[in-house]
């Protein structure tokens, strides 16, 4: 089974982009399934299975949608399995700058907007840094010279990645990350690792305290000053 991960910031334009490829890699009869993982509501569902793919949407709540994609990632390849899919593309919410989705031989891949300003790929952390493919998208609403600058700043965040620029109206671009899914190797779950460690989620915080006097919280807690430390039995 091929595993793609799809990772990006929301509004970027991960799944306009993946309908376009996904299409393409259909008329290659490569069988395809879609997992989309968002936190409260998506509709996008409903964009895949009407050009033929199915789809299953994992609604993450209160948990973090990496951990939530993650935990279900055996489950996941099942239900691709049963649709006798060759290639299951895993879409992820994008919920905050510190996701890390990827395992270690999956295809990772960043969609970024361009339109988010010249210093988003310095502020975003794995999901960009640790990517196979950064996908640029919007660059047609930006010059030239913007286009070359905001490159150059995800070549310096992970200068390994290939980058795509693709546009998720018109498709152009989007061939190009068909035809790397397409050559992906297929993926065994059994010695599977993440490439990074996905966000903290081990505070009171997480499990649900409301309280905001810092004398109510354990865990893993960083202060203003960056210092990181243990609280706790």
């Known amino acids: 089974m091929r595993m793609i991960i799809v990772a990006g910031t929301p509004g970027s334009g ?39 793919i199915p789809t299953k949407v994992g609604l993450s709540m209160d948990m973090c949608p990496d951990h939530f994609a993650i935990y279900n990632i055996e489950d996941m390849i099942e239900w691709a399995q049963e649709n006798d899919s060759e290639c299951l593309v895993i879409e992820t919410a994008g919920l905050c700058h510190r996701c890390a989705p990827y395992t270690q031989n999956s295809l990772g891949v960043c969609v970024i907007d361009a339109t988010s300003g010249p210093n988003t ?31 150059e700043r995800v070549l310096e965040v992970n200068p390994n990645c290939k980058v795509i620029d693709a546009n998720g109206l018109s498709g152009q671009g989007c061939m190009e990350l068909a035809e790397e899914i397409y050559q992906t190797e297929e993926v065994s779950l059994e010695e599977e690792k993440l490439r990074h460690s996905a966000p903290l989620a081990v505070c009171t915080l997480c499990v649900g305290e409301t309280k905001v006097n810092k004398k109510h919280h354990r865990g893993i807690l960083r202060k203003i000053d960056g210092f990181q430390t243990y609280k706790g039995e």
């Open 14 to 52: 991960k799944t306009a982009v993946l309908i376009h490829a996904l299409r393409s890699l259909k008329e290659r009869d490569l069988k395809s399934s879609v997992v989309k993982i968002d936190c409260l509501y998506t509709d996008d569902g409903k964009k895949f299975e009407k050009i033929g």
């Open 121 to 151: 790929p310095l502020k975003v952390g794995p999901f960009l840094s640790t990517a196979d493919i950064a996908v640029i998208t919007k660059g047609d609403m930006i010059s030239q010279a913007e286009r070359e600058i905001f490159r």
